[in-house]
């Protein structure tokens, strides 16, 4: 099993920037940096939605709304995934999940969450 932590999320005014973290933690020998990881994030009322993923051959993907904004990143040494979030809008205001799987299509692993609010 593999138990994922985020952190870095907080207030921020529009334009400015946060970055995300997500730590994993698995059972000594399960390997970490084979499994696909991503972002989602779900806002009130909105269903939840993918924001980045990145494979494990290092391979990304961007939702639209964010490209161009958002770089998501891994460190396989520190079974860490990061997301920097530039330019932040308002709408970007959501609570960020991590989540990880065996295939970029599959997630079968869950964060609690980290909220980022962005005020205009």
């Known amino acids: 099993q593999v138990q994922l932590v985020e952190s870095g999320g907080g207030s921020v005014q529009a334009g400015g920037s946060l970055r995300l973290s997500c730590a994993a933690s698995a059972a000594s020998g399960y390997a970490v940096s084979r499994l696909c990881m991503a972002w989602f994030r779900q806002a009130p009322g909105k269903e939840r939605e993918g924001v980045a993923s990145?494979?494990?051959?290092?391979?990304?993907t961007y939702a639209d709304s964010v490209k161009g904004r958002f770089t998501i990143s891994r460190d396989n040494a520190k079974n860490t995934l990061y997301l920097q979030m530039n330019s932040l809008k308002p709408e970007d205001t959501a609570m960020y999940f991590c989540?990880?799987?065996?295939?970029?299509?599959?997630?079968?692993?869950w964060g609690q969450g980290t909220q980022v609010t962005v005020s205009s």
């Open positions: 990145i494979s494990s051959a290092y391979s990304t």
């Open positions: 989540a990880a799987g065996p295939w970029c299509s599959t997630s079968n692993y």
